[in-house]
């Protein structure tokens, strides 16, 4: 059943009731429709639709009352209604009914004509090849997800929107009692209006020189930012917190009246996808290497990404203004990496600066811009905009933006883009310098408003005709990637999510991240995922972007997590309600300092170590009976010290025969704490007095080690 705490939810909270209302239809209808798509509501009208389902539910929903959508069955008994979305009076009143009960159809989906008119009387139901999941689903009246789990049982894997072979269709229908009769196939839809292709031949006479696209990649604090400031002539890395640069941006600097482009990338190994991402977009890596420290992992890392992308690699020896700099070994190490330097005779370029003190850096731009002449980059800029995604976020007033790389074509205010899952019309376009701009051409950098969500940094853009072809791609994506989910989750039931969500696993630390972009809380993700995990690992429960709200804290307190925010705040009054629901919340600024507390975190989550310490040896010479109370036992230290409430274990001849504890010292007359070698003294044992004269005693502590990882 859905979870009918609000608290799960990050952002947005749908609820049954809220998409009855918009639509006007009766909630118990709503869940009708839900359970259709394998959602359970049990909890009626206040049921909260998941999070990761609020997209595609709204979009089933749109398309299911829309007016664009009507299935041609309801269409035209349809009442004309502000915005068009109230549904058709003839299902109202199948929803209000009993329809449905012991039906087939309990799923409450009308048919759709096309299907309706597909399933006979007489058990008997034809579909056009190939038998497509969510059709045959329809046609049987089975939710999609009851039909790929008996497909699965079958062998198969496939999603809602996914083919299946034409003998498991049949093996299907014959155990719901149905005859499949696979119909010709249909003729192939009319070219589809969208995406807006680009036209294939590019008249050469369109093409034109783009500015090339650079990429500074290398070793963590070899000076990638510094060099980059340097070249923009801005003081990003004073900004920066902890000096290490977040997440990918870009920008253009012009060097002797040409242009070109720099992608950020960051250097901590915790950013080896994004640097990856920025690999594939660019046109010529400038691998940065300290002139006192030479290649490192990373440089290496960085070289190979390079390599594998073909892309050409200028090497930056910086830090030249150093005493110790040592350019000379850079070289050798180049030549060790298979980079053969131009000063040694080889083809690889190479620049000695100092982002420091500037030295040497009109040198690398001239470099840059000659490399760029020999790739001979070209783009058409009169064709329709094609580009990645760089990096995207929510940004208050604003709405999901995505900074966007122009690869090919002119990107325009008013385009109709579809990026990943999200689509949307272009209401704004920023430049790198903060300035709205109306155009940006290939090679530019561009911030995009206007989309319908977050998109994933790495993600194409394209152009659409139509908002509504976008939009009808979007829903395909979306519903693809969940019928995807479906096959191989079988079934994720929101009843499914709520009990992993609220497994309170021992082994694990279960964390909530908020960051301020994607990119970053993907790659605190990606880092968390590589930390060791033998005896307990960090579970990621949910990772969003934007501030420390109270709906998180619900999260954590229901999935018992610890709240990690990264370049967040905190909204007002939530640290309280934090601190009653006792969920602790960590804010970071720095990826080190994340990692190294969270690794701290785990282990003070894992049971300490005990390991026992010997103190002290003691033997019995004399046994001495009191007045009142046990016997106790006169003893020679002849080690390290006995004390009270130390652990005390007695032999006999190398046998135990007590382990128990020290429960009281004398000296002479005086009841004493501790008493070192070398002296004589009185022992008490706790529970005991059967010991010997001769016997050992051993004395020793339990000391709790912290769990390492
Ligand atoms: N003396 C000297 N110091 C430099 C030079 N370039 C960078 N630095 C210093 O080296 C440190 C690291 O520089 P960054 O530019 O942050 O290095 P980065 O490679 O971008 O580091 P990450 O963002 O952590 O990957 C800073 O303290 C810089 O001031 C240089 O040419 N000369």
Redesign the pocket.
Known sequence: MLPQQEDLKLGKILKVKDIAKQYGVPAKSVIEELAGQGIEADDAENSVIPDDMIELVEMYFADLYDQDSEPAAAADKKPAKKGGKKPPAGRREEHGGDRGKGSPHKGGRPQPAAVSSARAAGGKVTLPAPIIVKALAEAVGKKPNELITDLIKLGELAGINQPISEANARKLCASYGYELEIGAAPKPAPAPAAPAKPKPEDNPANLKERPPVVTFM?H????????QDAVRHTHV?AQEAG???QHIGASTVTHNGKPITFIDT???AAFTNMRARGANLTDIVVL?VSATEGFKPQTVEAMNHAKAAKVPIIVAI??I??PEADPDKILLHMQQNGLTSEDWGGDVGTVRV???TGQGLPDLLDRILLEAEILELKANPKRRAAGAVLEAQMEVGLGPTASVLVQDGTLHVGDTILCGEHYGRIRTLINDKGERVKTAGPSVPVKVVGLSGVPEAGDRLEIFESEKAARAEAQERVAAKRGNMLATSAIATAEDLFSKLNSNNQNSLNIIIKSDVKGSGEAIAHSLAELPHEKIKAEVVANAVGPISENDISLAAATNSIVVGFHVRVNPGVNEMAKKQKVEIRLYSIIYELLEDITDALAGKLEPEKREKPIGEAKILQIIELSKGPKICGCMVESGSVRVGAKARVRRDGDLIYNGEVASLRRFKDDVKEVKAGLECGIRLDNFADFLVNDEIEIYEIELKKATL
């Open positions: 290398g963590v604090d070899h000076g990638k930012t510094s060099l890395t000096a290490i640069t960051p250097g901590h940065v910086n830090k203004d150093l100092s982002a420091k």
